[in-house]
């Protein structure tokens, strides 16, 4: 079963709008960390941000914000004023035992 | 540069053959996982190694197996290659492993074309 879906494949943006990417993810565990990575053009997987399943708060760091809400088992993540370079696949990956990743969606940010 | 080191970055080889990849950890990580990257598979978790020891394993192929060695680098090695196991072979690590507070940092992939 599917533990992490990213229903966005592609998303397009023109350079200094807000993107959100959308995740959805499914465990029994209690505890459990939550993960957002960047994989852009050259290939590497950047790690970004991780949330555990006790804390509930949004955050802002620079441009990138995150809501995580266990209620609809959700964890979106936001780029605001995208540039150019935010171009990438973004993952989002939940750790129970081990880390399992969506399918990734990619953003383009046109200029 | 997240202080994860892989070689090569690129293999090209013939189906049948064997082939090993090797990661180097950041300095003071003890964990090091093997990842599988293919456009029908998506990112995969094949294997976990903390301090020598195998840890977790994912959806590893009996044709695969990996090993951590005394000073802490990895080697995945592949064998009976088939067309289907080209892909992007990502090796991460982390100073622990036990949770999810410990994040994983990825090295820059091996890509592998088996023809």
């Known amino acids: 079963a599917q533990k992490v879906t990213q229903a966005q494949t592609e998303i397009s943006v023109v350079e200094k709008e807000d993107v959100t990417l959308d995740c959805v993810y499914e465990?029994?565990?209690?505890?459990?960390?939550l993960f957002w990575y960047k994989q852009p053009p050259s290939g590497e997987l950047v790690f970004l941000i991780r949330r555990n399943s006790f804390d509930e708060q949004n955050e802002i760091s620079g441009r990138y914000s995150w809501n995580f809400q266990k209620s609809t088992s959700s964890f979106n993540f936001t780029i605001t004023a995208s540039q150019v370079v935010d171009s990438a696949v973004y993952f989002c990956a939940l750790w129970d035992y081990k880390l399992s990743f969506g399918a990734g969606t990619t953003v383009t940010v046109r200029a | 540069d997240s202080g994860v080191t892989q070689t090569p970055k690129h293999l090209i080889t013939a189906t049948g053959q064997r082939v090993t990849l090797r990661c180097s950890p950041r300095?003071?990580?003890?964990?090091v996982y093997w990842y599988q990257q293919s456009l029908d598979q998506g990112l995969q978790f094949l294997i976990q190694y903390y301090n020598g020891e195998e840890r977790a394993k994912g959806n590893i192929l009996e044709r695969f197996s990996a090993q951590q060695f005394p000073d802490l680098h990895s080697e995945l090695n592949l064998s009976s290659l088939e067309l289907g196991d080209s892909a992007l072979y990502f090796c991460?690590?982390?100073?622990?492993?036990?949770?999810?507070?410990?994040?994983?940092?990825f090295g820059p992939g091996t890509r592998l074309t088996v023809l």
């Open positions: 991460a690590s982390s100073v622990v492993g036990t949770s999810g507070t410990d994040t994983q940092y």
């Open positions: 465990t029994r565990d209690t505890t459990y960390y």
């Open positions: 300095s003071g990580d003890l964990s």
